[in-house]
């Protein structure tokens, strides 16, 4: 595999016509590794993001309408990945490469969920796991997982994103081997 600080990466990081997360599994294994996270999270939240296309083109000229859309496979805003990048290795690369390079799209989600985890107390109140509240956190923003964390009741979008990721926990294991 190649390393996101260089070139876009090699089949099967690059873009296709179809898309099945678990194409997916031997990277998201080896930066969940390397940022210290769960492969199963990480693939269960590319299952959660499969939604819509991920197709470079089609993203790009969505981008020209709704120009705050999320890129790459793990729909990651600018502002995540430009946040997320200082100090990685992958800290040269540009937010517009995510639908080009799927490789660099789990890292940087990868190393954003490790941010996220950094982010949260040591103790939190309700029965949320701390799976569960990184991928709130990872689609409704650190703010809001603190918030959750602390009681904030969950709203209807963030709560079928937490139904959905539920849904998709065994089918992530299954893909990632664990």
């Known amino acids: 595999m190649a390393s996101s600080s260089a ?3 090699a089949a099967p990081s690059s873009p296709s016509g179809s898309y099945d997360p678990a194409d997916y599994a031997p990277q998201v294994r080896t930066y969940a590794k390397k940022a210290g996270i769960s492969a199963q999270l990480l693939m269960a939240i590319l299952y959660n993001e499969d939604y819509k296309p991920h197709d470079a083109a089609f993203e790009r000229s969505w981008q020209k309408y709704k120009p705050d859309a999320a890129f790459g496979i793990a729909n990651m805003h600018r502002a995540a990945f430009d946040q997320t990048k200082h100090g990685r290795d992958f800290a040269s690369r540009k937010w517009e490469e995510l639908p080009d390079d799927r ?7 990868a190393w954003y969920l490790h941010d996220m985890s950094a982010e949260l107390p040591s103790h939190w109140a309700g029965s949320y796991t701390r799976e569960e509240l990184m991928a709130l956190g990872y689609n409704a923003g650190g703010g809001n997982m603190a918030a959750f964390a602390r009681g904030a009741k969950v709203g209807s979008q963030a709560s079928d994103y937490l139904t959905r990721l539920r849904d998709n926990w065994k089918k992530a294991g299954a893909a990632v081997g664990g």
């Open 7 to 9: 070139k876009p990466s």
């Open 103 to 109: 490789a660099l799209a789990v890292e940087a989600a």
